[in-house]
Protein backbone atom coordinates (compact mmCIF):
# COMPACT_ATOMS: atom_id res chain seq x y z
CA UNK A 1 0.00 0.00 0.00
CA UNK A 2 1.08 3.48 -0.57
CA UNK A 3 0.20 5.89 1.11
CA UNK A 4 0.39 8.81 -1.49
CA UNK A 5 -0.87 11.93 1.51
CA UNK A 6 1.47 10.78 3.59
CA UNK A 7 4.92 11.22 1.76
CA UNK A 8 4.10 14.17 0.48
CA UNK A 9 2.89 16.25 3.82
CA UNK A 10 6.37 14.03 5.14
CA UNK A 11 8.21 16.32 2.81
CA UNK A 12 7.41 19.29 4.24
CA UNK A 13 8.67 18.39 7.82
CA UNK A 14 11.98 18.54 8.92
CA UNK A 15 13.65 15.16 8.10
CA UNK A 16 13.85 12.99 11.71
CA UNK A 17 15.50 9.37 12.05
CA UNK A 18 12.97 6.76 10.98
CA UNK A 19 11.58 4.55 13.86
CA UNK A 20 10.11 2.32 11.14
CA UNK A 21 11.83 -1.51 11.14
CA UNK A 22 14.29 -1.98 7.92
CA UNK A 23 12.38 -3.39 4.71
CA UNK A 24 12.10 -7.22 5.76
CA UNK A 25 12.27 -6.71 8.87
CA UNK A 26 9.83 -8.86 10.95
CA UNK A 27 6.87 -6.72 12.36
CA UNK A 28 3.68 -7.57 13.77
CA UNK A 29 1.10 -7.08 10.44
CA UNK A 30 -1.84 -5.36 9.72
CA UNK A 31 -4.70 -7.77 9.96
CA UNK A 32 -7.50 -8.23 6.98
CA UNK A 33 -10.16 -10.63 8.58
CA UNK A 34 -12.42 -12.23 6.45
CA UNK A 35 -15.20 -12.71 9.59
CA UNK A 36 -17.68 -14.86 7.24
CA UNK A 37 -17.91 -15.31 3.32
CA UNK A 38 -21.55 -14.31 2.85
CA UNK A 39 -22.51 -11.51 1.03
CA UNK A 40 -25.14 -9.94 -0.49
CA UNK A 41 -23.76 -8.82 -3.80
CA UNK A 42 -21.96 -11.08 -6.01
CA UNK A 43 -18.97 -8.55 -7.35
CA UNK A 44 -17.37 -9.57 -10.54
CA UNK A 45 -14.12 -8.78 -8.98
CA UNK A 46 -14.25 -10.59 -5.58
CA UNK A 47 -11.19 -12.10 -4.08
CA UNK A 48 -13.08 -14.32 -1.89
CA UNK A 49 -15.67 -15.71 -4.38
CA UNK A 50 -18.59 -14.46 -1.99
CA UNK A 51 -22.50 -14.95 -2.20
CA UNK A 52 -25.51 -14.64 -0.53
CA UNK A 53 -25.40 -18.12 1.38
CA UNK A 54 -24.17 -19.92 4.39
CA UNK A 55 -20.62 -21.35 4.08
CA UNK A 56 -19.30 -24.06 6.24
CA UNK A 57 -16.49 -24.82 9.20
CA UNK A 58 -16.77 -20.96 9.64
CA UNK A 59 -15.00 -19.60 13.17
CA UNK A 60 -17.60 -19.29 16.16
CA UNK A 61 -17.56 -16.01 17.70
CA UNK A 62 -16.14 -17.65 20.89
CA UNK A 63 -13.12 -18.89 18.65
CA UNK A 64 -12.92 -15.37 16.89
CA UNK A 65 -12.57 -13.79 20.70
CA UNK A 66 -9.49 -16.09 21.63
CA UNK A 67 -7.95 -15.30 18.71
CA UNK A 68 -8.08 -11.77 19.24
CA UNK A 69 -6.57 -12.01 22.36
CA UNK A 70 -4.07 -14.56 20.31
CA UNK A 71 -3.34 -11.84 18.12
CA UNK A 72 -2.69 -8.80 20.47
CA UNK A 73 -0.26 -11.28 22.61
CA UNK A 74 1.36 -11.73 19.32
CA UNK A 75 2.11 -7.81 18.74
CA UNK A 76 -1.20 -6.98 16.24
CA UNK A 77 -2.22 -3.63 16.63
CA UNK A 78 -4.76 -2.89 13.70
CA UNK A 79 -7.26 -4.98 12.32
CA UNK A 80 -9.73 -4.51 9.37
CA UNK A 81 -12.63 -6.46 10.02
CA UNK A 82 -13.89 -7.87 6.29
CA UNK A 83 -16.19 -10.54 4.67
CA UNK A 84 -18.31 -10.90 2.81
CA UNK A 85 -20.48 -8.08 4.18
CA UNK A 86 -18.95 -8.02 7.84
CA UNK A 87 -22.80 -6.60 8.41
CA UNK A 88 -24.01 -9.95 7.89
CA UNK A 89 -21.92 -11.45 10.69
CA UNK A 90 -24.40 -11.23 14.04
CA UNK A 91 -22.02 -11.29 16.56
CA UNK A 92 -19.26 -8.15 14.57
CA UNK A 93 -20.25 -5.87 16.81
CA UNK A 94 -19.68 -7.93 20.03
CA UNK A 95 -16.38 -8.56 17.75
CA UNK A 96 -14.93 -5.20 17.20
CA UNK A 97 -15.36 -3.96 20.78
CA UNK A 98 -13.03 -6.98 22.14
CA UNK A 99 -10.48 -5.85 19.56
CA UNK A 100 -10.81 -2.16 21.07
CA UNK A 101 -10.90 -2.77 24.45
CA UNK A 102 -7.65 -5.32 23.99
CA UNK A 103 -6.52 -1.83 22.04
CA UNK A 104 -6.18 -2.58 18.80
CA UNK A 105 -7.61 0.04 15.71
CA UNK A 106 -10.45 -1.39 14.09
CA UNK A 107 -11.54 -0.60 10.54
CA UNK A 108 -15.27 -1.87 9.04
CA UNK A 109 -14.47 -3.11 5.19
CA UNK A 110 -18.06 -2.95 3.69
CA UNK A 111 -20.14 -2.38 0.61
CA UNK A 112 -22.38 -0.15 2.11
CA UNK A 113 -26.01 -1.17 1.17
CA UNK A 114 -26.17 -2.31 4.68
CA UNK A 115 -25.82 1.12 6.78
CA UNK A 116 -28.74 2.80 7.06
CA UNK A 117 -30.66 4.27 9.27
CA UNK A 118 -31.66 1.16 11.35
CA UNK A 119 -28.10 0.41 12.48
CA UNK A 120 -25.98 3.90 12.07
CA UNK A 121 -26.41 4.33 15.96
CA UNK A 122 -24.88 1.01 16.38
CA UNK A 123 -22.16 1.63 13.99
CA UNK A 124 -21.19 4.82 15.55
CA UNK A 125 -21.34 3.44 19.19
CA UNK A 126 -18.66 0.62 17.76
CA UNK A 127 -15.97 3.75 17.35
CA UNK A 128 -14.77 2.14 14.23
CA UNK A 129 -11.19 4.00 13.57
CA UNK A 130 -12.31 4.07 10.00
CA UNK A 131 -15.12 2.35 7.90
CA UNK A 132 -14.04 1.79 3.82
CA UNK A 133 -17.12 1.52 1.42
CA UNK A 134 -16.84 0.02 -2.30
CA UNK A 135 -17.67 1.96 -5.28
CA UNK A 136 -16.48 0.82 -8.35
CA UNK A 137 -17.50 3.54 -10.76
CA UNK A 138 -20.64 5.57 -11.47
CA UNK A 139 -23.79 4.60 -10.54
CA UNK A 140 -24.58 2.49 -14.22
CA UNK A 141 -21.01 0.91 -14.09
CA UNK A 142 -21.03 0.35 -10.07
CA UNK A 143 -24.43 -1.54 -10.54
CA UNK A 144 -23.12 -3.65 -13.35
CA UNK A 145 -20.18 -4.86 -11.27
CA UNK A 146 -21.77 -5.37 -8.20
CA UNK A 147 -24.53 -7.16 -9.92
CA UNK A 148 -27.29 -5.76 -7.68
CA UNK A 149 -29.37 -2.93 -9.18
CA UNK A 150 -29.48 0.08 -6.32
CA UNK A 151 -26.41 -0.05 -4.96
CA UNK A 152 -24.82 2.48 -5.59
CA UNK A 153 -27.32 4.93 -4.40
CA UNK A 154 -27.10 2.70 -1.13
CA UNK A 155 -23.27 2.63 -1.12
CA UNK A 156 -23.61 6.56 -1.25
CA UNK A 157 -26.27 6.81 1.50
CA UNK A 158 -24.11 4.97 3.66
CA UNK A 159 -21.22 7.32 3.20
CA UNK A 160 -23.46 10.36 3.93
CA UNK A 161 -24.61 8.75 6.95
CA UNK A 162 -21.29 7.85 8.46
CA UNK A 163 -19.82 11.14 7.85
CA UNK A 164 -23.49 13.14 9.31
CA UNK A 165 -22.45 10.63 12.31
CA UNK A 166 -18.71 12.12 12.34
CA UNK A 167 -17.38 8.31 11.09
CA UNK A 168 -14.30 8.71 9.40
CA UNK A 169 -15.10 7.31 5.87
CA UNK A 170 -12.82 6.12 2.69
CA UNK A 171 -14.25 5.45 -0.51
CA UNK A 172 -12.51 2.77 -2.36
CA UNK A 173 -12.34 1.68 -6.04
CA UNK A 174 -10.54 -1.33 -8.02
CA UNK A 175 -9.45 0.28 -11.12
CA UNK A 176 -10.76 -1.21 -14.58
CA UNK A 177 -10.92 -0.44 -17.94
CA UNK A 178 -14.33 0.15 -17.78
CA UNK A 179 -14.07 2.86 -14.67
CA UNK A 180 -10.74 4.55 -15.57
CA UNK A 181 -12.56 7.35 -16.86
CA UNK A 182 -14.64 7.84 -14.53
CA UNK A 183 -11.84 8.28 -11.40
CA UNK A 184 -12.19 12.16 -11.78
CA UNK A 185 -15.80 12.28 -11.50
CA UNK A 186 -15.63 10.00 -8.71
CA UNK A 187 -12.87 12.07 -6.90
CA UNK A 188 -14.90 14.91 -7.10
CA UNK A 189 -17.40 12.99 -5.77
CA UNK A 190 -15.20 12.40 -2.80
CA UNK A 191 -15.11 15.78 -1.62
CA UNK A 192 -18.71 16.63 -2.05
CA UNK A 193 -19.37 14.06 0.74
CA UNK A 194 -15.96 15.26 2.70
CA UNK A 195 -15.30 11.35 2.41
CA UNK A 196 -11.31 11.93 4.27
CA UNK A 197 -9.88 8.86 2.30
CA UNK A 198 -9.72 7.56 -1.15
CA UNK A 199 -8.15 4.04 -1.64
CA UNK A 200 -7.41 2.90 -5.40
CA UNK A 201 -6.65 -0.70 -5.80
CA UNK A 202 -5.22 -2.12 -9.17
CA UNK A 203 -6.68 -5.25 -9.91
CA UNK A 204 -5.53 -8.22 -8.85
CA UNK A 205 -6.10 -11.65 -10.51
CA UNK A 206 -7.65 -13.54 -7.17
CA UNK A 207 -11.38 -15.55 -7.01
CA UNK A 208 -13.38 -14.06 -9.67
CA UNK A 209 -10.90 -10.90 -10.17
CA UNK A 210 -8.84 -14.06 -11.95
CA UNK A 211 -11.48 -14.43 -14.31
CA UNK A 212 -11.66 -11.21 -14.92
CA UNK A 213 -8.45 -10.28 -15.91
CA UNK A 214 -9.08 -8.51 -18.76
CA UNK A 215 -11.02 -5.67 -17.28
CA UNK A 216 -7.78 -4.70 -15.95
CA UNK A 217 -6.86 -1.08 -16.77
CA UNK A 218 -4.59 -0.85 -19.43
CA UNK A 219 -1.09 0.02 -18.12
CA UNK A 220 -1.33 3.57 -19.65
CA UNK A 221 -4.77 4.26 -17.76
CA UNK A 222 -3.45 2.93 -14.96
CA UNK A 223 -0.56 5.67 -14.38
CA UNK A 224 -3.25 8.26 -15.70
CA UNK A 225 -5.00 7.37 -12.74
CA UNK A 226 -2.13 7.62 -10.32
CA UNK A 227 -0.69 10.54 -11.35
CA UNK A 228 -4.37 12.04 -10.83
CA UNK A 229 -4.53 10.98 -7.35
CA UNK A 230 -0.77 12.70 -6.96
CA UNK A 231 -2.15 16.11 -8.12
CA UNK A 232 -5.33 15.98 -5.82
CA UNK A 233 -3.43 14.81 -2.78
CA UNK A 234 -1.24 17.93 -3.64
CA UNK A 235 -4.04 20.08 -3.75
CA UNK A 236 -5.50 18.83 -0.37
CA UNK A 237 -2.15 19.44 1.19
CA UNK A 238 -1.87 23.20 -0.02
CA UNK A 239 -5.61 23.82 0.89
CA UNK A 240 -5.66 22.02 4.59
CA UNK A 241 -7.68 19.67 3.83
CA UNK A 242 -7.81 16.73 5.75
CA UNK A 243 -7.73 13.70 3.36
CA UNK A 244 -5.92 10.54 2.34
CA UNK A 245 -4.91 9.10 -0.84
CA UNK A 246 -4.01 5.47 -0.96
CA UNK A 247 -3.10 3.24 -3.53
CA UNK A 248 -2.99 -0.62 -3.22
CA UNK A 249 -1.61 -4.05 -5.41
CA UNK A 250 0.63 -2.19 -7.64
CA UNK A 251 3.89 -0.99 -5.65
CA UNK A 252 5.40 -0.01 -8.76
CA UNK A 253 2.95 3.28 -7.67
CA UNK A 254 6.24 4.16 -5.71
CA UNK A 255 8.35 4.72 -8.79
CA UNK A 256 6.24 7.19 -10.50
CA UNK A 257 5.35 9.19 -7.16
CA UNK A 258 9.04 9.40 -7.17
CA UNK A 259 8.58 10.82 -10.65
CA UNK A 260 6.10 13.19 -9.72
CA UNK A 261 7.84 14.68 -7.04
CA UNK A 262 11.10 14.91 -9.26
CA UNK A 263 9.36 17.05 -11.79
CA UNK A 264 7.10 19.32 -9.38
CA UNK A 265 9.21 19.33 -5.95
CA UNK A 266 12.87 18.39 -7.55
CA UNK A 267 14.69 19.55 -4.33
CA UNK A 268 12.48 16.94 -2.30
CA UNK A 269 13.03 13.82 -4.87
CA UNK A 270 16.35 12.65 -2.58
CA UNK A 271 13.94 12.46 0.73
CA UNK A 272 11.51 11.07 -0.61
CA UNK A 273 13.29 8.16 -2.11
CA UNK A 274 14.62 7.27 0.98
CA UNK A 275 11.97 7.14 2.54
CA UNK A 276 10.48 4.84 0.16
CA UNK A 277 13.27 2.90 0.03
CA UNK A 278 13.18 2.82 3.98
CA UNK A 279 9.31 1.71 3.30
CA UNK A 280 10.36 -1.47 0.90
CA UNK A 281 7.18 -1.89 -1.06
CA UNK A 282 5.38 -5.12 -1.30
CA UNK A 283 4.58 -6.54 2.65
CA UNK A 284 2.42 -9.80 1.43
CA UNK A 285 3.37 -12.25 4.09
CA UNK A 286 5.48 -9.67 5.84
CA UNK A 287 3.42 -6.47 7.32
CA UNK A 288 0.43 -8.10 6.20
CA UNK A 289 -1.83 -10.82 7.28
CA UNK A 290 -4.79 -12.30 6.69
CA UNK A 291 -7.26 -14.43 8.00
CA UNK A 292 -10.49 -15.93 6.20
CA UNK A 293 -13.67 -17.12 7.61
CA UNK A 294 -12.09 -20.47 8.50
CA UNK A 295 -9.28 -19.60 10.31
CA UNK A 296 -6.41 -20.18 7.83
CA UNK A 297 -4.20 -17.66 7.79
CA UNK A 298 -2.81 -16.36 4.29
CA UNK A 299 -0.05 -14.08 3.20
CA UNK A 300 -2.60 -11.28 2.06
CA UNK A 301 -6.47 -11.47 0.98
CA UNK A 302 -5.34 -12.65 -2.47
CA UNK A 303 -3.47 -15.44 -1.53
CA UNK A 304 -6.44 -17.87 -0.68
CA UNK A 305 -4.98 -20.85 -2.93
CA UNK A 306 -1.91 -20.74 0.13
CA UNK A 307 -2.19 -21.34 4.02
CA UNK A 308 0.64 -20.57 6.39
CA UNK A 309 -1.79 -22.76 9.24
CA UNK A 310 -4.88 -22.17 10.76
CA UNK A 311 -5.40 -20.47 14.04
CA UNK A 312 -7.76 -23.15 15.67
CA UNK A 313 -4.83 -25.08 15.65
CA UNK A 314 -1.70 -22.99 16.15
CA UNK A 315 -1.33 -19.54 17.82
CA UNK A 316 -0.45 -16.93 15.25
CA UNK A 317 2.68 -16.23 17.08
CA UNK A 318 3.79 -19.73 16.37
CA UNK A 319 2.46 -19.55 12.69
CA UNK A 320 3.56 -16.23 11.76
CA UNK A 321 6.80 -15.65 13.74
CA UNK A 322 8.18 -18.54 15.07
CA UNK A 323 7.97 -21.28 12.94
CA UNK A 324 6.77 -19.63 9.64
CA UNK A 325 5.97 -21.82 6.47
CA UNK A 326 8.18 -21.10 3.81
CA UNK A 327 6.56 -19.40 1.72
CA UNK A 328 6.45 -16.52 3.94
CA UNK A 329 10.16 -16.80 4.22
CA UNK A 330 10.39 -16.29 0.64
CA UNK A 331 7.97 -13.58 0.84
CA UNK A 332 10.32 -11.56 3.20
CA UNK A 333 13.48 -11.78 1.53
CA UNK A 334 14.30 -7.62 0.73
CA UNK A 335 14.57 -7.65 -2.52
CA UNK A 336 12.73 -10.96 -3.31
CA UNK A 337 14.43 -13.35 -6.09
CA UNK A 338 12.40 -12.08 -8.75
CA UNK A 339 12.97 -13.51 -12.66
CA UNK A 340 12.06 -11.24 -16.01
CA UNK A 341 12.16 -7.43 -16.51
CA UNK A 342 11.70 -7.40 -12.26
CA UNK A 343 14.98 -9.27 -11.87
CA UNK A 344 17.06 -5.97 -13.56
CA UNK A 345 14.75 -3.59 -12.48
CA UNK A 346 16.64 -0.62 -10.49
CA UNK A 347 13.97 0.23 -8.40
CA UNK A 348 13.32 -3.23 -6.96
CA UNK A 349 14.28 -2.78 -3.42
CA UNK A 350 11.68 0.05 -3.47
CA UNK A 351 8.79 -2.20 -5.07
CA UNK A 352 9.65 -5.62 -3.75
CA UNK A 353 8.87 -7.20 -6.96
CA UNK A 354 5.09 -5.64 -6.45
CA UNK A 355 2.08 -8.16 -5.95
CA UNK A 356 3.46 -12.08 -6.49
CA UNK A 357 -0.28 -12.96 -7.01
CA UNK A 358 -0.51 -11.42 -10.66
CA UNK A 359 3.34 -13.33 -11.43
CA UNK A 360 1.56 -16.50 -10.01
CA UNK A 361 -1.38 -15.84 -12.04
CA UNK A 362 0.39 -15.49 -15.49
CA UNK A 363 2.13 -19.07 -14.50
CA UNK A 364 5.51 -18.31 -12.65
CA UNK A 365 5.47 -17.30 -9.01
CA UNK A 366 8.77 -15.61 -8.70
CA UNK A 367 8.44 -13.99 -13.00
CA UNK A 368 7.88 -10.81 -13.51
CA UNK A 369 4.37 -8.70 -12.44
CA UNK A 370 2.44 -8.53 -15.91
CA UNK A 371 0.45 -5.45 -13.74
CA UNK A 372 3.59 -3.03 -13.57
CA UNK A 373 3.29 0.30 -15.37
CA UNK A 374 6.29 1.22 -15.75
CA UNK A 375 8.78 1.06 -18.92
CA UNK A 376 12.11 -0.48 -19.68
CA UNK A 377 13.66 2.85 -19.94
CA UNK A 378 11.97 3.52 -16.53
CA UNK A 379 13.08 0.45 -14.93
CA UNK A 380 16.73 0.69 -16.47
CA UNK A 381 17.07 -2.27 -18.86
CA UNK A 382 19.41 -1.41 -21.44
CA UNK A 383 18.77 -1.64 -25.31
CA UNK A 384 19.07 -4.54 -26.72
CA UNK A 385 22.59 -5.03 -28.78
CA UNK A 386 22.02 -4.39 -32.78
CA UNK A 387 24.52 -5.96 -34.86
CA UNK A 388 25.78 -3.52 -38.06
CA UNK A 389 24.43 -4.67 -41.04
CA UNK A 390 27.54 -4.42 -42.52
CA UNK A 391 28.86 -7.26 -40.36
CA UNK A 392 25.60 -9.35 -41.13
Same mark, same amino acid.
Given at each position: MLRISHYLRSLDKPEEPSRSPAAGTPRPPVVIWNLLRRCNLTCKHCYSTSADSAFRDELPTAEILRVIDDLHTAGVRVMILSGGEPLLHPDLFEIAAHARASGMLVALSSNGTLIGPQNIQRIVDARFDYVGISLDGLRETHDRFRQLAGSFDSALGAMRLCREAGIRVGMRTTLTEENASQLPAL /?? $? $?RELDVQKFYL???????RGRRSRKLDAHHQRAREAVELLFARADEDIRAGRDSDFVTGNNDADAVLLLGWVERHRPWQRAGLERMLRQWGGNASGAGIANIDNTGEVHPDTYWWHHSVGNVRHR?? @?? /? !?FEQPDPLLLQLRQHPRPVGGRCSTCRWLDICNGNTRTR? !? @?GGDLWGEDPGCHLTDAEIGMSEPQRIPLEAV
Open positions: /LD $M $MSHLNYSGRF @AE /L !WA !W @A
